[in-house]
């Protein structure tokens, strides 16, 4: 059997990454507004080692997502909520082009998102999303932000919401 997500070295890494890098831009006044509050006591009270770290987010209740700086951006993490939303498994999750999680309709709005989110580090966002069988649903009061390492390097984006419900 294989292990789990959470106990890979990448994943590891990748868990530190999308924990220092929300640590970061949730130092703005942005994440006191109500509702974010929540999100960011959820995703960063976590305690341990980086690997008992990557555990407890990888099975948190919340979202929590990332793709990496390709040209088509590849989902590189989910949480075990995320692949259960999208009907996927870790491998095919993480082999997914990130701009096929959103409608062909919604790209222009799923563009702009990160586009802003790549000027100014981080953004909330409602929008309309759909799985990996066609189910769509509404995200309300997600947050996205860029993913920075140690030395300020942009190595992609992450998304969390728990806010949801299918169409």
């Known amino acids: 059997m ?18 220092n890098s929300f640590e970061f831009w949730s130092k703005h006044d942005f994440f006191n507004k109500k509702g974010l509050l ?15 770290q990557a555990q407890k987010l990888f099975n948190a209740p919340l979202v929590v997502v990332s793709h990496g700086t390709q040209s088509n951006p590849i989902l590189n993490y989910g949480t075990q909520k995320a692949l259960d939303m999208w009907e996927l498994s870790w491998q095919k999750f993480t ?17 702009r998102l990160l586009a802003e989110t790549t000027k100014q580090g981080f953004c909330e966002f409602s929008v309309i999303r759909i799985t990996s069988t066609g189910k769509r649903f509404k995200i309300n009061q997600g947050v996205v ?3 920075i390492d140690e030395q300020q390097v942009y190595q992609g984006q992450a998304a969390v919401y728990s806010d949801f419900y299918f169409l």
């Open 145 to 147: 932000w860029n993913l």
């Open 2 to 19: 294989d292990n789990p997500p959470w106990q890979q070295e990448s994943v590891i890494k990748q868990s530190q990454l999308i924990l």
């Open 38 to 52: 929540d999100i960011k006591k959820s995703l960063l009270d976590i305690q341990g080692s980086p690997q008992e």
């Open 95 to 111: 082999q997914t082009p990130s701009r096929d999680t959103a409608e062909s309709i919604e790209q222009a709005e799923r563009d």
